[in-house]
């Protein structure tokens, strides 16, 4: 079964920094966009970033978009967001997915495999 595994939630303050991973059992999305959603308690879930196969071209929201930083490695089968200059809105279970395709995409339905999320809470 493969299996997305998430790791690196937490809680932080205000202002600082996380580093979310994204580890794969099965070695199977080295050609494969990756992406990371979030979903706040209430809200629907929603696109936060994506790369493509190779890492050639990121995307991402306007509410991210300056403070995180999504990259691969695909050597190790792994996927990163460096989060930074964080904000309470930013308070969400984020979830890493695989997408069908090898360019980068911002819509969730692209999106094949997700992982069961980790939770990231900023508060004072």
């Known amino acids: 079964q493969v299996q997305l595994v998430e790791s690196g939630g937490g809680l932080v303050q205000p202002g600082n920094s996380l580093r979310l991973s994204c580890s794969n059992s099965?070695?199977?999305?080295?050609?494969?966009?990756m992406g990371w959603f979030r979903q706040a308690p209430g809200k629907e879930r929603e696109f936060v970033a994506t790369i493509s196969w190779n890492g050639g071209n990121t995307v991402y929201d306007d509410s991210v978009k300056g403070r995180f930083s999504v990259s691969r490695d695909n050597a190790k089968d792994m996927l990163y967001l460096q989060m930074s200059s964080l904000k309470p809105e930013d308070t969400a279970v984020y979830y890493c997915a695989a997408s069908r395709g090898a360019a980068a995409s911002t819509q969730p339905n692209t999106y094949h495999y997700w992982g069961q999320g980790t939770q990231v809470t900023v508060a004072a």
């Open positions: 099965r070695r199977m999305f080295r050609n494969n966009a």
